[in-house]
């Protein structure tokens, strides 16, 4: 069975790599950037990715200084729940520039189970029915996540799933039944 991996980008889409970003600062000495400040930029550069982000929200004000970190968590089209790190790189005309650093996230298993449907049918399997997950399967994974990918007849085999930081699936599916 080939274990090539099948890009899922619209389904899990999440990391962006060097996300650039500018924000607002607010008072004056050791000035902040208020949250509310860096989840709009973020909402609209991840937009502008081809990423929809809603329920974006970032710690609390950050201090306005080149290194300061900023920790923000938001979820996309398909409710994967996305931890957002970020630096600020520099400040400019009372704007905080900052980049994005690290993304990871936590997809919803019904939306994996969905995927491993379709690229068992991808790779052959024409008889792949259904599939079970965990809850949540973190993206990128550390190595695999099982599945149970259930064919016709209703025998269940283990599909053992990875998604890497680009967001593609590979999936192996057993060749005998549980």
């Known amino acids: 069975m080939p274990t ?21 600062l607010t008072g004056c000495g050791d000035a902040k950037v208020k ?27 950050t201090k306005a200084k080149p290194g300061a970190k900023i920790s923000c968590t938001a979820k996309n089209a398909v409710d994967t729940k996305m931890y957002i790190e970020g630096r600020v790189t520099a400040i400019e005309d009372k704007r905080a520039m900052f980049r994005v650093v690290g993304l990871r996230g936590e997809a919803k298993g019904t939306v994996i189970a969905a995927d491993v449907v379709r690229i068992a049918r991808a ?14 399967v973190p993206v990128p994974t550390a190595g695999t996540v099982t599945c149970g990918l259930t064919r ?5 085999y283990d599909a053992k799933v990875s998604l890497d930081t680009r ?12």
């Open 123 to 136: 790779q052959g399997l024409r008889d792949a029915r259904s599939a079970s997950c965990p809850s949540t």
């Open 35 to 61: 949250t509310v400040q860096f989840e709009r930029p973020v909402t609209e550069q991840f937009a502008a990715q081809g990423i929809q982000l809603r329920d974006v929200s970032c710690m609390d004000d």
């Open 4 to 24: 090539r991996p099948v890009d899922r980008t619209q389904t899990t889409s999440l990391i962006v790599v060097g996300l650039a970003v500018a924000a607002g």
């Open 152 to 156: 016709a007849g209703g025998k269940v």
């Open 167 to 178: 967001s593609r699936a590979t999936v192996v599916v057993a060749k005998r039944p549980r």
